[in-house]
């Protein structure tokens, strides 16, 4: 069946040529997959369409690839129909059957039959086109343009398989299975043999993750986060023994990279004087100790995230993540010690890696909810984004394979009912194939606000409590983050960012008039709001300010991260994630209410009656409780890991006693690979 004639589909016109879809002046490039799918079910109009039929048709039978393969096309091809045209549905799903277009799709007309001269001068005008085209070859290098074929399934266990690591000779996959009921331990596939199981490898009571594998791949180096901290060991293939190098934060990310000279095991860790994370390296024939990388751009309060050795093991490449919320891409030449930045302007970068053979680094960032891949050549700093969303960790194998993870988990704000006779699971309040994050409830002006990413930015938007009625309330085109409404219900605080700045704004609600406020400060996490409207509370990620929203004057009220106003010059503080403080500004006095290790700054809220927290024991989630009246904790909701985000907030909805907050709506996640052609 052919899939190369143009249509329209409703308002949509379909070019299966170029893989795109187009309403007006916004066009979508699509994956050639999900473009057949959408072609044979419009050649299929008005019939109903099974799901084998579609995997015959489109992956020739092959169950195994097609089955989840067409399920994410057809997520796709709904969430690039449903942004060109928010208000109409194309693909109907038969439940346990199959889909149906809803539109019949309208093909151009056949082209008449050109008379015998026309035949003749079109052969002409197409002689010199060849002529000239054949000249233009010769004296002009054909354009190379980059292009990888379809994604390919590599592992599908249930849970999560994370953090692909291939071993040099390419037979074997590294990655780290986790388990929604256990700790997190690294498997091996035989690539050459993909039939068969994966292999445990790692079996202690810590969480194994972010594998490297030595020059010869003899050895797999790892860190390993157990009670008593976090090691970065290699494990010898051969005997099973293994070998500590180095300490890392048991909070933060880690990362190991091995030198292809087999020479060097570089990784993100601390020592006995440097409780912040750094690059170390270490010399694998040495039994020196390992040596922390001086930092040369950037350093004030960044962090080293994920790193890969050039081909020839004399460039490390390496993301910093800055205070001003961006994470920059960064070479280090251990020659000179000298360090270039590389790459600028991404928000979050998961995961990086050096071609074996080019010099050409892969890298993953998230843009309003999504991840995406790309490709960036060293010498000239060119960026090419890759047609692959979800690409995550990428890791380089032979013959051109690009390995990743694939995350493509919307988030959803999730409400539990406190006050319930039967104790329930936490129900979905807005959900569909968009992202919606970050909630704030206002009792005065009964509405949510929320981030979404409905109109292909972060945006703040606006609903009703049971989800309608949902209105963009901000149109920046930036990356909005953590709304708050004001005790009176006029106005919202939030948090933007943009051409490298993390921005405080305040928007009106009934006008949406904008205003940035000029702190001063290069970085503001959530804000909140005073008594009296008219001040807002925000930390640098050190100290708490009050920030008048008219004059924009900030003053420093104490140390924290997070702060609410309970009462006129009375805060609940949190510092630095372990416990909550009670602030009383007048007398610059604090007690601490309870010490507890919280998931995030953020990841808490204040009530009259206590204090809901979240907090991560080992592989699960809870939501615990602080009882103003008792002094007593206890856990309200235990999940698997992963179930909800920490750091985008909750709120709570006092009416119905309604705590809302962001979770993920799907727990699986998977190794993919393409080849470059």
Same mark, same amino acid.
């Given at each position: 069946?052919?899939?190369?004639?143009?249509?329209?589909?409703? =308002?949509?016109?379909?070019?299966?040529?170029?893989?795109?879809?187009?309403?007006?002046?916004?066009?979508?490039?699509?994956?050639?997959?999900?473009?057949? %799918? &959408?072609?044979? #079910?419009?050649? !299929?109009?008005?019939? #109903?369409?099974?799901?084998?039929?579609?995997?015959?048709?489109?992956?020739?039978?092959?169950?195994?690839?097609?089955? *989840?393969?067409?399920?994410?096309?057809?997520?796709?091809?709904?969430? +690039?129909?449903?942004?060109?045209?928010?208000e109409n549905e194309y693909i109907e799903t038969i439940r346990k059957t199959g889909y149906r277009i809803l539109f019949e799709p309208q093909y151009p007309e056949p082209e008449v039959e050109p008379s015998y001269n026309r035949k003749m001068a079109s052969l002409l005008i197409a002689g010199v086109f060849v002529l000239s085209g054949l000249f233009a070859y010769i004296l002009w290098p054909e354009p190379v343009e980059l292009s990888y074929q379809e994604p390919e399934l590599v592992t599908q266990y249930p849970g999560r398989e994370l953090f692909p690591s291939v071993s040099n000779d390419g037979r074997f996959l590294a990655y780290s299975w986790r388990q929604m009921d256990r700790s997190i331990d690294l498997f091996v596939k035989d690539l050459s043999q993909p039939d068969l199981p994966h292999k445990n490898v790692t079996f202690s009571e810590g969480s194994e993750s972010r594998s490297a594998w030595s020059a010869d791949d003899n050895t797999l180096f790892y860190y390993r986060r157990n009670?008593?901290?976090? !090691?970065?060991?290699?494990?010898?293939?051969?005997?099973?023994?293994?070998?500590?190098?180095? !300490?890392?934060?048991?909070?933060?990310? +880690?990362? $190991?990279?091995?030198?292809?000279?087999?020479?060097?095991?570089a990784f993100i860790g601390i020592d006995e004087q440097n409780t912040s994370r750094g690059i170390y390296l270490k010399e694998l024939n040495s039994e020196s100790a390992p040596k922390r990388l001086a930092c040369e751009l950037d350093c004030d309060g960044s962090a080293a995230e994920s790193l890969a050795f050039s081909p020839?093991?004399?460039? #490390?490449?390496?993301?910093? @993540?800055?205070?001003?919320?961006?994470?920059?891409?960064?070479?280090?030449? #251990?020659?000179? @010690?000298?360090?270039? *930045?590389?790459?600028?302007?991404?928000?979050?970068?998961r995961g990086i890696d050096w071609h074996p053979v080019d010099e050409t680094i892969a890298f993953a960032a998230i843009e309003n909810g999504i991840r995406n891949g790309y490709e960036v050549d060293v010498t000239t700093g060119e960026i090419t984004k890759l047609d692959m969303t979800g690409? +995550?960790?990428?890791?380089?194998?032979?013959?051109?394979?690009?390995?990743?993870?694939?995350?493509?988990?919307?988030? /959803?704000?999730?409400? &539990?009912?406190?006050?319930?006779?039967?104790? +329930?699971?936490?129900?979905?309040?807005?959900?569909?194939?968009?992202?919606?994050?970050?909630?704030?409830? /206002?009792?005065?002006?009964?509405?949510?606000?929320?981030?979404?990413? =409905?109109?292909?930015?972060?945006?703040?938007?606006?609903?009703?409590?049971?989800? %309608?009625?949902?209105?963009?309330?901000?149109?920046?085109? !930036?990356?909005?983050?953590r709304p708050s409404w004001s005790k009176d219900g006029k106005h919202i605080a939030f948090t933007a960012i943009a051409n490298g700045e993390n921005r405080l704004y305040v928007v009106n609600v009934q006008t949406q008039q904008l205003q940035q406020i000029k702190s001063g400060l290069s970085y503001h996490n959530?804000?909140?709001?005073?008594?009296?409207?008219?001040?807002?509370? $925000?930390?640098?990620?050190?100290?708490?300010?009050?920030?008048?929203?008219?004059?924009?004057?900030?003053?420093?009220?104490?140390?924290?991260?997070?702060?609410?106003?309970?009462?006129?010059?009375?805060?609940?503080?949190?510092?630095?994630?372990?416990?909550?403080?009670?602030?009383?500004?007048?007398?610059?006095?604090a007690k601490q209410l309870f010490e507890v290790a919280l998931a995030s700054s953020t990841g808490w809220q204040y009530t009259t009656e206590g204090i809901y927290y979240f907090k991560v024991r080992g592989y699960d989630y809870r939501l615990s409780f602080y009882d103003f009246g008792t002094g007593q904790h206890r856990d309200m909701l235990r999940v698997p890991e992963r179930s909800f985000s920490r750091s985008r907030g909750m709120t709570f909805e006092p009416t119905n006693k309604w705590l809302l907050f962001t979770g993920y709506e799907s727990p699986e996640v998977d190794v993919k690979r393409v080849v470059k052609q």
């Open positions: 069946m052919k899939f190369d004639i143009s249509f329209k589909l409703g =308002e949509v016109d379909v070019n299966p040529l170029e893989y795109t879809l187009q309403l007006g002046e916004q066009k979508l490039t699509l994956q050639p997959k999900f473009i057949e %799918v &959408l072609a044979y #079910l419009a050649q !299929q109009h008005p019939e #109903l369409v099974t799901r084998q039929q579609i995997i015959d048709e489109i992956w020739d039978g092959n169950g195994y690839v097609g089955e *989840k393969a067409l399920t994410n096309a057809i997520w796709h091809l709904r969430k +690039s129909l449903k942004k060109l045209d928010p009670k008593e901290g976090c !090691q970065v060991v290699g494990k010898s293939m051969v005997d099973s023994s293994v070998t500590i190098y180095g !300490q890392c934060s048991r909070r933060n990310s +880690s990362d $190991v990279a091995a030198s292809r000279d087999g020479k060097y095991l020839n093991s004399r460039q #490390l490449v390496f993301s910093r @993540n800055l205070t001003n919320s961006y994470e920059d891409i960064y070479i280090y030449d #251990l020659d000179t @010690n000298k360090e270039r *930045k590389l790459v600028s302007g991404y928000l979050d970068v690409f +995550s960790y990428p890791a380089y194998g032979k013959d051109n394979i690009l390995y990743y993870h694939n995350w493509n988990i919307d988030t /959803s704000i999730m409400r &539990l009912e406190l006050d319930s006779d039967v104790a +329930s699971s936490p129900f979905p309040l807005l959900q569909s194939e968009f992202n919606y994050s970050h909630p704030d409830f /206002s009792a005065t002006a009964k509405q949510l606000a929320f981030i979404s990413n =409905e109109s292909g930015y972060d945006e703040v938007w606006l609903s009703s409590l049971d989800g %309608v009625e949902r209105r963009p309330l901000t149109k920046l085109k !930036q990356n909005a983050r959530k804000p909140s709001w005073s008594h009296d409207n008219e001040h807002v509370y $925000v930390s640098d990620s050190d100290f708490i300010y009050r920030i008048n929203i008219n004059s924009h004057a900030a003053q420093k009220v104490t140390q924290g991260r997070f702060a609410i106003e309970t009462q006129n010059n009375k805060l609940i503080v949190n510092r630095s994630n372990v416990g909550i403080w009670q602030y009383d500004m007048t007398s610059d006095s």
